[in-house]
């Protein structure tokens, strides 16, 4: 018995020697092996086998790390950046969220009697001014076009009705009107004509009905022209002057806010002008053009556009063995404008002109089709001008000044 007692702590007594002389081993090893890195990690960042090692910490450096470049100067730690960009957009939404809103388009069925909402009428708007007892919301055209009633979904969840004030198909824009009781954010706007490609883009609204989503992109370009065709006859009528983004811009992301870092509004976003089977090409409406229409919407209920008078028609659109043998054109003549009659009492009717006429140019400026034509008219003259207008009946060329009429809706 006393034999195994004795053994035992024999044993045991060597065991704990050996064990002391392994940790004091290791921990010299360890010391050894942490002294290594120290001094070995600078030498070989700064000749090159290190390009973006870490640099330690040490006294003074303790709340920033560093990172080497190739030329040994010190950078910013990546991870540092995103957390400062990511901040930044949490605080650009926090200030314009609660501004944006669910506008649903309300459209009786068929059977009567019943309601429901309309599956393109369902879109987001934008809380920018509060006056008196009224808060004023931005849209897309679109999404109220053919509404019997619209309603408001506000961020908390309630719904209030909302009053029609204006609305332009050309732009894509439209105006409500609420009861500015509930109503306590309003979005501030930016200055669209300063942004530059590559500048983050963060874009608000309810897509598929998820209200409050939020998307992340950058401004891919500040100058895009899209044509639009707003009558349906496979025409372009205009040509949407728009920003183009990579933020996700969804069915129901219509009439909803696109953002600055600073979060405010440059762009009021819109499906319309967009393609669903391309992804990462979205558009939106820079305040640059929305600023102007929303004043007028919310102060005239349109938007107020010089007009001639006159009912009208690409030329392409004429088949073109009608262009010499019916209208006489003349070979040199590749476009214009064909009249199909004019409005009673217009500049165009009073100056003489009638159908079968072909406009060609305005001021002297070649108009080549319908859209040369109101561009000029709606960007390069006003209410009360006077413009010259070149056109051709039975071959022969005409001149006829005409002052400029309000555009009756």
């Known amino acids: 018995m006393g034999y195994y007692d ?78 400062a960009v990511t901040s930044e957009v949490i605080e650009a939404v926090e200030q314009v969220n609660d501004a944006v809103v669910g506008v649903v388009n309300i459209r009786q069925t068929s059977g009567g009697g019943f309601w429901e909402r309309g599956g393109e009428g369902t879109g987001s708007g934008v809380v920018y001014k509060k006056d008196g007892d009224n808060a004023f919301i931005v849209t ?18 309630s719904r209030i009705p909302a009053e029609l004030v204006g609305e332009d198909a050309l732009t894509d824009l439209a105006v409500l009107k609420v009861d500015a009781e509930k109503v306590d954010t309003v979005a501030e706007f930016g200055n669209s004509d300063t942004l530059r490609p590559g500048e983050p883009a963060i874009a608000i609204g309810n897509p598929l009905s ?20 707003t009558s349906g006859n496979g025409q372009p ?84 063995f009608h262009w010499h043998d019916t209208l006489g054109l003349p070979e040199e003549v590749t476009g214009g404008v064909y009249v199909e009659g004019t409005t009673e009492g217009s500049p165009a009717a009073d100056a003489g002109m009638r ?37 051709y009946r039975n071959g022969e060329e005409k001149q006829v000044e005409m002052t400029l009429e309000q555009q009756i809706s």
Do not use: C
């Open 6 to 83: 004795n053994h035992t702590q024999s044993r045991s007594s060597k065991e704990k020697r050996s064990s002391k002389r392994t940790g004091a081993a290791s921990f010299l090893g360890a010391v050894f092996g942490a002294l290594l890195v120290v001094f070995s990690v600078p030498v070989l960042a700064s000749n090159g086998f290190l390009p973006y090692d870490v640099v330690p910490k040490t006294a003074g450096n303790e709340e920033a790390v560093e990172t080497m470049t190739e030329s040994g100067e010190a950078v910013p730690e990546m991870q540092g950046v995103n957390v």
């Open 140 to 157: 897309n055209q679109h999404v109220i076009d053919s509404a019997q009633e619209i309603d408001v979904t506000l961020s908390d969840g």
């Open 210 to 229: 998820f209200e409050g989503s939020v998307t992340l992109g950058i401004i891919s370009a500040v100058e895009r022209s899209i044509p639009i065709d």
């Open 237 to 320: 009528d205009w040509n949407a002057e728009v920003l183009q983004t990579d933020a996700a811009i969804n069915p129901g992301n219509s009439g909803g806010a696109l953002l600055n870092i600073q979060g405010q509004v440059i762009g009021i976003n819109s499906m319309k002008i967009a393609q669903q089977s391309v992804e990462g090409i979205g558009f939106a409406i820079p305040t640059a053009i929305a600023g102007p229409v929303i004043e007028d919407l919310e102060e005239f209920g349109e938007v107020r556009r010089p007009q001639i008078g006159v009912y009208i028609r690409s030329l392409q659109e004429i088949p073109s």
């Open 355 to 391: 159908e079968g006429d072909v406009i060609v140019a305005l001021d002297g400026e070649e108009v080549k089709d319908t859209h040369d034509l109101r561009k000029f008219l709606y960007t390069e003259k006003s209410i009360g001008d006077t413009v010259e207008v070149t056109f």
